[in-house]
């Protein structure tokens, strides 16, 4: 042991060497994190990847039925002993995306991107995945329903096909500012039997016959798909020797398209129907397809004008039950105006592009009518102009003949009324926007309302939505002042009960101020975008004063300026008039 002096001198400095050292090391160590949080947090490269941090919190949604398309099925079962079923089946894939409203876009993603693009929200995520769906997904799903006709009825089934939607609208909260984004999703599909009609014509029964049978079962699992060869060359059919059905009077209101041989005279592309002479429904020759036969010409203008068509229709004889035939409408640029015929209980025609609907189970060897409305089934619009048409089957044995056009008949609802005073004191708005034919001076975006003379409740037009037909124009000043407007108003009068028109009013540069009209029990129109509220049950065929406050029902505030308004719907049976603004009462 040392107990010298220096040897416990040499040992207090080696301590106090120790002490400096762990101090130092403990200073440097802090030094070093505090520069490494500065760092983190003036970090260029971090500032960029960082993300604002965004909630999604999804609502109530609210399930919507839109109808696509009605098909026809026949059953003639009069001297049947047992209750006849066909079953009808129908495909459809679904792509599980979303629409959001109008100032969103989304992207393949599924990515919403908020208004000055500060952010995107995956909201397709959320939506489809509240269905346990991936964004994108698409899947194939087949649905059947079964009709039935009792021993001695002669049946007529209309059946709808219809989308189900999912309507709904998402908060997001972004940087604790919140944006509300309206979304639909379409989630599935059905079908409906609306209605079945026994048409008679039956011999009388024995007195135990039974009642019909009206019903219809859905059967919502999905069947394997079927697939049909083309047909293989059969020897040429006897034709059996036609009694032509009653013809009736030509109308000046109808177009003959094919019927004689002298109307033959169209450009036909691809091929040619033949002519026979031995099976005729009216004049000296009937038609029968060949392939795709079509040809292109301007035919007539769709509408409901005295010199526009509404309907198109033809006769049919089938030579065999398997005979199947597709009808397409060329309509402005577009052949997707088609429709299916059949003898069997499923189309089942060598051509198999999308059909808007189907008219089945047609009987063997005797002349039947088909008529379709071009709006309504084939899916075109008023003021569209028909520009060819195509008939298409390969096996022959189906002919056709009398193809012709026909005009709107006269309109006995929706006309103008006897007496316009005693309905209010705002009936007639201070500020008209829209009422006669010069009144129509707007540039128009996304196509213009078809204007009818034919049902009108004030000057000398009326007009009918064709799409979302939008114009923009600095319209009023909302408020309370004399000088300011705080209602707007218009008639409304419905051709049919299947009618939604969207009304939407530009406030200060957002279309966010939409009101729905319908004849149904719930808004159910073409055009989805989130509401502020809806009117249903709305009577048809007769004019309906409808008025809005801009800032009770509209969410308008005082000040504001009305800079346009738009009019959606695609069905073509709502007519519109006299629309304008009132100031506050």
């Keep these: ?96 995306i979303i629409e959001v409203g109008a100032g969103y876009e989304v992207n393949a993603n599924g990515e919403v991107g908020l208004p000055g693009g500060i952010a995107s929200v995956g909201l397709g995520a959320a939506v489809t995945g509240r269905f346990g769906y991936t964004y994108g997904f698409s899947e194939e799903i087949a649905r059947t329903i079964t009709v039935r006709a009792s021993p001695g009825t002669n049946m007529q089934h209309q059946i709808s096909l219809q989308e189900v939607w999912q309507i709904g609208e998402a908060l997001v909260i972004v940087n604790g500012q919140e944006y509300k984004i309206p979304f639909s999703y379409r989630s599935d599909f059905s079908l409906e039997l609306i209605e079945s009609v026994d048409l008679g014509d039956c011999p009388v029964q024995s007195p135990d ?67 026979t002479t031995q099976v005729v429904y009216e004049g000296e020759v009937a038609f029968i397809p060949t392939g795709n036969n079509s040809f292109q010409k301007e035919l007539a203008t769709i509408g409901y004008e005295d010199d526009e068509v509404r309907f198109v229709s033809m006769q049919l004889y089938l030579l065999r039950e398997d005979a199947g035939f597709l009808l397409q409408v060329k309509i402005d640029r577009s052949w997707e105006h088609r429709w299916g015929f059949d003898g069997r209980s499923i189309y089942q025609g060598y051509y198999t592009w999308s059909r808007r ?144 028109l969207l009304l939407q009013v530009n406030i200060d540069r957002s279309w966010g101020h939409r009101w729905g009209f319908d004849g149904r029990s719930t808004y159910k129109g073409a055009y989805t975008w989130a509401r502020r509220g809806q009117t249903p049950n709305i009577p048809v065929g007769e004019w309906v004063d409808v008025k809005l406050d801009l800032i009770d029902d509209l969410g308008a505030r005082p000040g504001q300026l009305i800079k346009g308004l738009a009019f959606a719907a695609a069905d073509g049976n709502m007519i519109y008039d006299l629309v304008g603004f009132s100031s506050s009462e």
């Excluded at 604002?52 to 009069?78: H, S, W, Y």
């Excluded at 019909?212 to 034709?239: G, L, M, R, V």
């Excluded at 075109?380 to 008939?391: D, N, Y």
């Excluded at 309302?449 to 923009?472: C, K, L, M, R, S």
């Design 1 to 96: 042991m040392c107990t010298t002096k220096k040897c416990v001198i040499a040992f207090l400095f080696l301590i106090l060497s120790f002490a400096i050292t762990s101090c130092g090391t403990g200073d440097q160590t802090a030094t070093n994190e505090d520069q490494m949080a500065t760092t983190t947090t003036t970090s260029p490269i971090a500032a960029i990847e960082q993300t604002p941090q965004a909630t999604i919190t999804l609502g109530d949604m609210e399930a919507e039925i839109r109808q696509i398309a009605v098909e026809t099925v026949f059953q003639k079962n009069c001297g049947g002993t047992e209750t006849l079923e066909n079953t009808t089946e129908k495909r459809e894939t679904i792509t599980h």
């Design 357 to 500: 609907g189907q008219t089945l189970n047609l009987p063997v060897g005797e002349w039947i009518e088909v008529k379709l409305d071009l709006i309504n089934d084939l899916g075109a619009r008023p003021g569209q102009t028909i520009t060819g048409l195509g008939f298409a089957a390969q096996d022959g044995n189906m002919i056709y003949d009398n193809v012709r056009f026909s005009s709107s008949p006269p309109l006995t609802s929706c006309l103008p009324p006897t007496s316009q005073t005693g309905e209010g004191e705002n009936t007639f708005p201070e500020i008209v926007v829209l009422s006669n034919k010069l009144d129509n001076t707007y540039t128009w975006e996304d196509g213009s309302p078809y204007i009818t003379t034919q049902a009108v409740y004030e000057g000398d037009a009326a007009f009918i939505p064709t799409a979302n037909n939008t114009f923009y124009q600095d319209l009023a000043t909302i408020g309370y002042e004399a000088n300011e407007v705080r209602f707007i108003s218009m008639k409304l009068c419905l051709l049919k009960p299947e009618a939604g």
């Design 209 to 275: 016959s039974q009642t019909p049978e009206n019903t219809a079962t859905p059967d919502d699992s999905p069947t394997p798909i079927q697939t049909h060869e083309p047909p293989t060359p059969t020897p040429e059919p006897i034709i059996p020797t036609a009694t032509p059905a009653p013809v009736e009077e030509v109308l000046q209101n109808e177009i003959v398209i094919l019927s004689e041989n002298a109307d033959n005279i169209f450009n036909w592309e691809r091929s040619a129907p033949n002519l």
